[in-house]
């Protein structure tokens, strides 16, 4: 069993920086693949970034890529979303989620085993 607690969402304007992080309990996070994903009201939930086990690959929505960064740190128990250049749409509900399967599963929400509460994120114009 894994419970997730992301934190670090808010208020910012467009063009600038949050940084989420979503802390695990239990001693085996390494053993599992994490992943963030967002949900706006009305749309469904949309992945957008995912980190290997060891940190060695990432995989990021093209929608995300170059202005997102997911990294962790396996002896915090934590993986972190370091969002820059932010957009208005890129408000959303932020959902970590852990999964034991592999990086090139990462992208569908059904392979995730746990999820956070979410974290919400509004970025105005």
């Known amino acids: 069993q894994v419970q997730l607690v992301e934190s670090g969402g808010g208020l910012v304007q467009a063009g600038g920086s949050l940084r989420l992080s979503c802390a695990a309990s239990g001693r085996t996070f390494s053993m599992y693949t994490m992943g963030w994903f967002r949900q706006a009201p009305g749309n469904e939930r949309e992945f957008v970034a995912a980190?290997?086990?060891?940190?060695?690959?990432?995989y990021y929505a093209d929608s995300v890529k170059a202005r997102f960064t997911i990294s962790r740190n396996n002896a915090k128990n934590t993986v972190y979303l370091q969002m820059n250049s932010l957009k208005p749409e890129d408000t959303a509900v932020y959902y970590c989620?852990?999964?034991?399967?592999?990086?090139?599963?990462?992208?569908?929400?059904?392979?995730?085993?746990?999820w956070g509460q979410g974290t919400q994120v509004t970025v105005s114009s």
């Open positions: 980190i290997s086990r060891d940190a060695s690959s990432t």
């Open positions: 989620a852990a999964t034991t399967g592999l990086l090139y599963m990462a992208t569908h929400a059904q392979m995730y085993d746990y």
